[in-house]
């Protein structure tokens, strides 16, 4: 990702703050690129999700990949950007 971003690669290696810059874009990439395509849960109890009541014990798939580039949760999903992990951290 830094090799197709050279702008990202070049703040990277000139950044005082190495370590937080670091984190940024490994938190980015994870993001754009999840460890894991797929994630069984299962629920414990009467719950509600998306409008439909599930009974205990429901199988539920959970894929990092589709979430991580939702547009009604991130702005510019398809788009590497390690700088949006500081504009989070500005806002909470």
């Given amino acids: 990702l830094l090799l197709k971003n050279p702008d990202y690669l ?12 670091r984190k940024n874009i490994l938190q980015e990439g994870l993001r754009l690129y999840p460890s894991f395509p797929i994630s069984a849960r299962q629920n414990i109890g009467q ?3 998306g ?3 599930l009974s205990p014990r ?3 798939l959970i894929s990092p990949y589709i979430t991580h580039r939702n547009p009604k949760l991130w702005t510019a999903p398809e788009t590497f950007d390690p700088e949006r992990y ?3 951290d500005s806002e909470t």
């Avoid at 070049?10 to 810059?21: E, G, I, Q, Y």
Wanted: aromatic share 4%; proline share 0%; hydrophobic share 40%.
């Fill in 10 to 21: 070049k703040a990277f290696k000139n950044s005082s703050r190495h370590a937080l810059v």
């Fill in 47 to 49: 719950m509600e999700l």
């Fill in 51 to 53: 409008g439909k009541e």
């Fill in 58 to 60: 429901t199988n539920l």
């Fill in 86 to 88: 500081q504009k989070i």
